[in-house]
């Protein structure tokens, strides 16, 4: 039986449907389907990704490691104070020698005389030194109390006994005095520069200066041991517990204050070097 569909309807049949596709969808992840296959993991791995390259971009570089700094302070200050001797007196030196004293202690030419005013002037220091410790405007400055380094009670014996040989004793010259008065306005003032005298002056006392009162001892003396050279104990037991004091009492300082410290080393030298030129005057 012949189809009664008119030809238009047929043929309006035959077209291809009129089919919306609908866009992609964004990647950004408040618009992907919760169905969307992989949204979740791909959402995971870019906000990781984008972690990374923040920490990477705000994360600080390393701080700067000062000579010593992974040993404790006083290796710091060590490291400094090996650097102003000579290579004549250190093989870690660097200093040009320009004064007598800084040549080598072999080629000294000391003198009775010169010597007494170098031990008067190292007296008063240490006696200014014990004075300020004692005194403790500081908290700090208390830790250091009975170290076991003092060396003024020693000094006194010694001298002491110059005077039973005849020699005259004669008063503290401009040296010793000079860095006496610097002392005294420092600690009141400054504590991280006065440590940094505190720890050359008995320090250096009991690793070059022993050298030097031996030396000087075979020249003039007679092979003598005075007792400004001898400690009560172990002296390397007596240096560790006070290295160990130090270390503590800079924890607590900022990395400027333990420049400014490290900086004053050479005043230290210089006021030292002072009074120990008096032994080859």
């Keep these: 039986m012949a189809s009664l569909t008119p030809i238009s309807q047929s043929h309006s049949l035959l077209k291809k449907p009129n089919l919306t596709i609908p866009p992609p969808p964004s990647l950004s992840s408040s618009f992907i389907p919760k169905d969307f296959p992989y949204s979740k993991a791909q959402s995971f791995k870019f906000s990781r990704m984008a972690t990374r390259i923040v920490s990477s971009t705000t994360a600080e570089k390393p701080r700067k490691r000062y000579p010593g700094e992974a040993k404790g302070f006083v290796e710091e200050m060590r490291f400094v104070a090996m650097k102003l001797h000579t290579r004549e007196q250190a093989k870690e030196g660097e200093k040009e020698v320009k004064e007598p004293e800084e040549r080598s202690v072999r080629k000294w030419e000391p003198s009775v005389d010169g010597y007494l005013k170098f031990l008067v002037d190292s007296k008063l220091v240490y006696d200014t030194l014990e004075w300020i410790i004692d005194k403790a405007a500081f908290p700090s400055y208390a830790e250091l109390r009975n170290n076991g380094l003092e060396r003024s009670e020693k000094l006194a014996k010694d001298l002491q006994w110059f005077k039973e ?113 008096l032994i080859l005057s």
Excluded at 188 to 212: L, T, V, W
Excluded at 233 to 241: E, V
Excluded at 254 to 275: M, P, V
Aim: charged share 30%; hydrophobic share 30%; with cysteine.
């Design 165 to 277: 040989q005849g020699y005259a004793i004669p008063e503290p010259s401009s040296p010793g005095v000079s860095y006496a008065e610097y002392l005294k306005e420092l600690s009141e003032k400054d504590p991280q520069a006065f440590i940094c005298h505190f720890y050359n002056i008995y320090f250096a006392h009991s690793a070059g200066g022993r050298m030097i009162g031996k030396k000087v001892a075979q020249k003039i003396l007679d092979n003598k041991e005075l007792e400004f050279y001898k400690w009560d104990g172990d002296l390397s037991q007596l240096l560790q517990n006070v290295r160990y004091k130090l270390n503590k009492v800079a924890e607590s300082w900022t990395r400027d204050e333990k420049n400014h410290c490290l900086e004053e080393t050479e005043k230290s030298f210089k006021y030292s070097g002072e009074i120990l030129r």
